[in-house]
């Protein structure tokens, strides 16, 4: 399977971007934060030997992928992945619908993983079009009254068809200790929603159709014990939320899509082997962090804008918004994250960003295969568009010039870009694009100084949240 690539070109500028002596003069550290990051922390991890200044350090989800495939390698039935196989297609022919329950990274590396793979209107589609698989949404992300009262109607609502699976919903509530309050309602709400649609055999049933992913012990594992809940999946420890997306976290609404797991973990681990192993100049995660850090130390680019060119993309960019904030953005320091899709923002953000403030950098995101045949813009008897001209021609050729003429227009008015070129969309490229990010986001975080890990910050919103609701 090919690998994502790099290109850095649109940033090489003595004018508006950076010099490959600059980049150059940064290989010994960028190599030094390699080796930190490939031998010396999972030293550290497994001997318990952390240093003060690296605590908490939750860097397990680096090698979690080789871990996670070996161990189904092993013994597949009572591995994690094995059983998150075996309660998802177990579960195809029973319900047609999953909420899944989670804040942050506790979803939204699923919702990425759903959008960019998955017909961009699964939940419309008829039972047998979906290949019986359910459903998705995803809720415990907000306190949106509204919004919530809105998605429990529809789960009472069922599917279209009149058989029991197709009356049935399942929930995945995703939370390492059941204490954010935001999943932790939606949760009491949903299961609420949930016992009462399956009445007479709640009290026999209930335990099935909740699948908790959480920690070994608090809130909710203790809820799941009390609920009677058949399977309960791990957030691994040593796997920060925002990096939990390879874990059962991303991996259990995946396989309930029936997504390719195996793959998505096979290319994680071929974006590990080449961040190991590629020279400092070939080096995809390594050229990105040197490129967009140097952007930022010597042209001030603040504001970081990840330029998504496929509407499937849209929430792997929101993913990686809150990766990069919630790890970097710390200590007055970290480029602020923002992501865009095009060509629609084209005619919304794209005149600030050409011609209003200097302050960023543009790093698209772009598909060079797509899944579907090239529509042509196809011949007409009422040309009164003036399109004729261009019949022949496809969607994928009109979104090649628009990039070519967008990042031509950029540079015009001394705006850097690069380009990351993705194979195609499968969750084999998911996995590089995940770790690759991941990854990165780390290296840069200790290019600056400070530790990628934990999120302090968001803890003082929710001690805050608690205090103002007369909670200690």
Known sequence: MPLLRFDP???????????????AGLSDTLGNLR?????????QYESGQIPENKQPLDARFFWLPEEQ?????????????????????????????????????????????????????????TRAARGSKPRMYFEGNNVDNDASSALWHRLKAGGSGPTEAEQRFAIVVIS??????????????????????????????????????????????????????QQ?????????????????????PAAMLGLDCMKLLEGAVAMNEHFRTASYEDNVVLQYVAVNHLLAKYRDKSIRVMSVWSKALESVGLWYDQL????????????????TV????LHSRHQQHQQGRNDKVFNNVIVENYRTDPLPVGHSERNQDELNDLSDRTLPEIMAAAIKGTNDALHEDGRPTTDILLPGIDTHVLGQLFQMLMIATVIEGRLL?????GQPGVEQYKRNMNKNLGRT
């Open 232 to 252: 309960v999946f791990s957030v691994p420890e040593g796997v920060g939320g925002r990096f939990s997306v390879l874990s059962s976290v991303g991996l259990m």
């Open 449 to 453: 100084g400070i530790n990628p890990y």
């Open 35 to 43: 080796t930190e990051m490939v031998e010396t922390d999972q030293q």
């Open 176 to 229: 390492k200790s059941g204490g954010t309050m935001e999943t932790a309602v939606a949760f009491r709400q949903c299961l609420a929603a949930l016992e009462e649609s399956l009445g007479d055999q709640a009290a026999s049933q209930l335990g099935r159709f909740v699948i908790p992913v959480t920690g070994a012990q608090g809130k909710l594992h203790d809820l799941a014990s009390a609920i009677g809940c």
């Open 69 to 125: 495939l070996a161990a189904y390698q092993s013994d597949r039935a009572e591995s994690e992945l094995g059983r998150i196989f075996q309660v998802a297609n177990g579960m195809h022919n029973e319900i047609d619908a999953v909420v899944v329950l989670g804040i942050g990274g506790s979803y939204m590396g699923a919702r990425a993983m759903m959008e960019a793979c998955c017909d961009p209107y699964h939940n419309e589609l």
């Open 342 to 345: 095009n060509t629609r923002d």
């Open 9 to 23: 070109s649109g940033s090489i500028n003595s004018d508006f971007g950076i010099t490959e002596d600059q980049i």
């Open 324 to 339: 990069l904030a919630e790890s970097n953005g710390k200590e007055g320091l970290g480029v602020t994250p923002l992501t």
